[in-house]
């Protein structure tokens, strides 16, 4: 079985090509991006130059997870998320939507008003028992897919894959427990979060490592700092490159699914690097 959006929303299917999902950043202190989206005028231009572009998901975040951040209630948060969920499943009904939290009951609220799925860069594991997954029974209740993103805190780790494939099997498996069925879990390897440059290149150079624990993984790499410190770009908005070979290295070891700023820009690199992975079984 696919997976499939509690409000029937058809969702694209990931094992014919590697999918696109487009960020839209509702925070005022978004790394590259921040405050460029501050009404829902603005976010509807937004969504629908990213249809057009060749989104296949709408990635909506309401807290910036940029290093030094502050938190932000779940109040503010469904301030922000709510009035533009809601306009864009009015205007965009067959758009398919993501929200990008790590709170159960916004998540809860946000597919309530039309989200199809959650991303979360907690793991669905935010200031849980060591038994548990609230985002996991929050989503298993609202029958949506869930994105189990890897982090920690610090990048303090005496085996690194030994103990990112360990962290992001506990996840999986208390989400399974929570009753989300496996074929509504994606993972995430968190390129960026509570690692060093070394490390998140390890995440790329080897993803097939995440890609074997059999659930579909989403790589968002697009206009991080390991990027702008490889490449001696200081400026997020001029790191394409990093962004074209991290996708294209990525879909080789198994990503099915890019989450991007630029999805005009990364596009062709997606169509090329799809061509390549299917080889002799590929059609136009």
């Avoid at 469904?78 to 939290?101: M, Y």
Wanted: contains cysteine.
């Amino acid at each position: 079985m696919s997976w499939t959006s509690p409000h029937g929303t058809p969702l694209p299917d990931w094992r014919k090509r590697t999918l696109l999902m487009g960020i839209m950043n509702l925070a005022p202190d978004s790394f590259s991006d921040g405050g460029q989206l501050p009404d829902e005028a603005s976010a509807l231009r937004r969504a629908d130059v990213l249809l057009a572009e060749g989104a296949d998901v709408l990635d909506l975040g309401a807290e910036s997870t940029r290093p030094g951040a502050a938190p932000i209630d779940a109040a503010t948060e469904l301030s922000r998320l709510l009035p533009i969920v809601k306009a864009i499943r009015r205007r965009l009904p067959q758009a398919v939507l993501s929200v990008d939290t790590y709170k159960p009951e916004v998540a809860r609220a946000c597919v309530e008003a039309g989200a199809d799925l959650v991303n979360d860069v907690e793991g669905g594991r935010f200031q849980a028992r060591p038994d548990e997954s609230p985002m996991g029974s929050a989503c298993a209740d609202l029958r949506c897919p869930l994105i189990l993103m890897h982090r920690r805190p610090r990048p303090d780790y005496e085996d690194f894959w030994g103990e990112v494939v360990a962290d992001l099997r506990r996840s999986l498996k208390l989400a399974r427990a929570a009753g989300m069925p496996a074929e509504q879990l994606w993972t995430d390897p968190g390129f960026g979060f509570g690692k060093t440059p070394a490390q998140n290149l390890m995440l790329v150079r080897d993803l097939s490592k995440i890609a074997a624990l059999g659930f579909p993984v989403v790589l968002g790499t697009s206009r991080k700092s390991t990027l702008g410190l490889v490449l001696g770009e200081p400026d997020p908005l001029r790191r394409g490159p990093g962004n074209d070979v991290t996708a294209a290295w990525g879909i080789a070891q198994g990503a099915s699914m890019i989450r991007a700023h630029d999805i005009a820009a990364l596009r062709p690199t997606i169509r090329m690097a799809d061509a390549l992975r299917h080889g002799p079984t590929w059609e136009p």
